[in-house]
């Protein structure tokens, strides 16, 4: 008896399997040309059937090695952030041509609504990835999936673009985002340090607020720079009177407080009597209660603020350490909401890594500290290197632009004023820095740069040494590694 005729075109094979699932040459144009195999094989790819193929020798069926592990059946969903919607591509497995799926799979493009996040949640993710797109506009989103149970999972956005290259997708839009995201998920998921980290409820409350005062004090500067010009000519007796909040009270600054009818004073009262100034315009004391209301607003800011960093007890050690390096309650906050917890940079070990490598260039063996080095890279003060060819001197920091600028205005109030200097061993030894490299006139921003880092070095082994117990308490692992440090 004949052996029936085995054809072994791939594209054959693939219209195969489509017939006996059921599917038409008409179903297959939907996806392209029908003598084309990434047709057939989008085709497939959609409805989540694995394409088998038959070995050209043997004859023996193979599944396709989609090249991840997740277990069968596992839905992601990938999400990339508009400003008032959301791309969505939900995905079974990594397909083997992101290419080609991208111009088959099925986009889901839904609003910041009822009828969207019914639409989202109809889709029954089980993870779901995003990228944390100005943290607002991905909040809403994140929120619904998890309150159902779905695990998020974010990615930084400085890792999607290289990553979407490496899928060989199309011009940056946001589908291939969000089909990139998804594909993300089946590269990395065993991988935690290459998402970003998850805060708990109250970490991330005192990141909230914090950003939220870093506004605040970037709105009421232009204020205040407009109300005293236009004091120079309405009442240019007090345009250079420096004005707070009181320690102790919730009433406005007592100069803008009176400009804008909410204080009393009988002093201001005598001054703009015998002023030689036009008059307060009534614009001026609106921009005086702006500033008030705002000035209002820090203050309840900073209250709960200090009141969510003193009652949790889990940053207790944090601040002492704090204490001793003068710090004030916004750079706590700024600092928690950044390394909180420390374990985070931490090895498999849950102990600070301290490994001993061969260097790639000097071949000599060197210690480093990747605990330390990822640390001080979360507070924006490591250097990274941008060598090419030649060119091997340009570097630059990389991280939490708000820590770095933390960091800095630290250093103006705390640092650099002689009689606002901590008196300890860790901070005396950061001035000693200062005052040497300030005797030699070296350049005044490479030195704050400089002090910057050594301040976050010295803040990582005080830390260390309170929570854990011992600074480098871990055996230094001796391995060869052509690599450069984290």
């Known amino acids: 008896m004949n052996k029936p005729i085995v054809s072994h075109r791939r594209i054959d094979q693939l219209r195969a399997i489509a017939s006996d699932?059921?599917?038409?040459?008409?179903?297959?144009?939907?996806?392209?040309?029908?003598?084309?195999?990434?047709?057939?094989?989008?085709?497939?790819?959609?409805?989540?059937?694995p394409p088998q193929v038959v070995d050209t020798v043997d004859n023996q069926p193979q599944s396709l090695d989609t090249g991840n592990n997740s277990a069968p059946g596992l839905r992601v969903l990938g999400l990339d952030i508009c400003k008032s919607s959301v791309v969505a591509c939900?995905?079974?497995?990594?397909?083997?041509?992101?290419?080609?799926?991208?111009?088959?799979?099925?986009?889901?493009?839904?609003?910041?609504?009822a009828a969207g996040i019914k639409q989202l949640l109809a889709l029954k993710p089980d993870v779901a990835?995003?990228?944390?797109?100005?943290?607002?506009?991905?909040?809403?989103?994140?929120?619904?999936?998890?309150?159902?149970?779905?695990e998020v999972r974010l990615v930084s956005n400085n890792k999607l673009p290289s990553y979407r290259k490496t899928l060989d997708l199309p011009d940056k839009d946001d589908d291939a985002d969000a089909l990139a995201l998804a594909c993300y998920y089946f590269d990395y998921q065993h991988l935690p340090r290459r998402f970003l980290q998850v805060r708990d409820a109250v970490t991330v409350r005192v990141r909230e607020l914090c950003l939220r005062l870093c506004h605040y004090n970037r709105v009421q500067s232009p204020i205040i720079n407009r109300l005293r010009q236009d004091l120079a000519w309405q009442f240019p007796e007090v345009m250079n009177v420096k004005s707070?909040?009181?320690?102790?009270?919730?009433?406005?600054?007592?100069?803008?407080?009176?400009?804008?009818?909410?204080?009393?004073?009988?002093?201001?009262?005598?001054?703009?009597?015998?002023?030689?100034?036009?008059?307060?315009?009534?614009?001026?004391r609106f921009a005086a209660k702006m500033y008030c209301d705002l000035a209002l607003q820090e203050r309840l800011i900073e209250t709960e603020l200090a009141n969510l960093i003193k009652t949790d007890m889990r940053f207790l050690p944090y601040r002492?350490?704090?204490?001793?390096?003068?710090?004030?309650?916004r750079t706590q906050g700024i600092i928690l909401s950044q390394i909180f917890p420390i374990q985070n940079f931490f090895g498999s070990d849950n102990k600070p890594e301290v490994v001993k490598t061969r260097g790639r260039n000097s071949k000599k063996v060197t210690t480093k500290r990747r605990s330390e080095a990822r640390f001080m890279k979360s507070l924006g003060v490591a250097p990274v290197r941008q060598w090419s060819g030649d060119d091997k001197k340009k570097t630059s920091q990389t991280g939490s632009d708000v820590c770095r600028k933390a960091l800095w205005q630290w250093i103006f109030t705390r640092i650099e004023p002689q009689r606002n200097r901590p008196p300890n061993a860790a901070v005396g030894k950061l001035v000693a820095y200062f005052l040497e490299a300030k005797s030699q006139k070296q350049p005044i921003r490479l030195v704050r740069s400089r002090l910057a880092a050594k301040a976050a070095r010295a803040l990582w082994r005080e830390l260390v040494a309170e929570i854990v117990g011992a600074v480098d308490n871990v055996d230094a692992v001796d391995t060869v590694d052509n690599g450069l440090d984290d």
């Not at 002492?320 to 309650?329: D, I, N, T």
Request: proline share 4%; charged share 25%.
């Open 21 to 49: 699932c059921g599917f038409t040459s008409e179903d297959a144009k939907r996806f392209g040309k029908l003598s084309r195999t990434a047709t057939w094989e989008a085709l497939l790819e959609t409805y989540g059937i």
């Open 90 to 113: 939900l995905l079974t497995q990594k397909p083997a041509q992101p290419r080609e799926a991208y111009h088959s799979l099925e986009f889901f493009k839904l609003n910041a609504d």
């Open 129 to 150: 990835l995003m990228e944390p797109t100005g943290i607002n506009y991905q909040r809403l989103w994140g929120i619904q999936l998890a309150k159902v149970g779905v």
């Open 244 to 284: 707070a909040i009181g320690a102790d009270d919730n009433l406005p600054p007592l100069l803008w407080g009176w400009i804008a009818g909410e204080r009393n004073s009988s002093r201001y009262d005598r001054l703009y009597d015998l002023s030689v100034g036009s008059g307060l315009t009534d614009e001026c």
């Open 320 to 329: 002492k350490v704090f204490a001793r390096f003068g710090f004030g309650v």
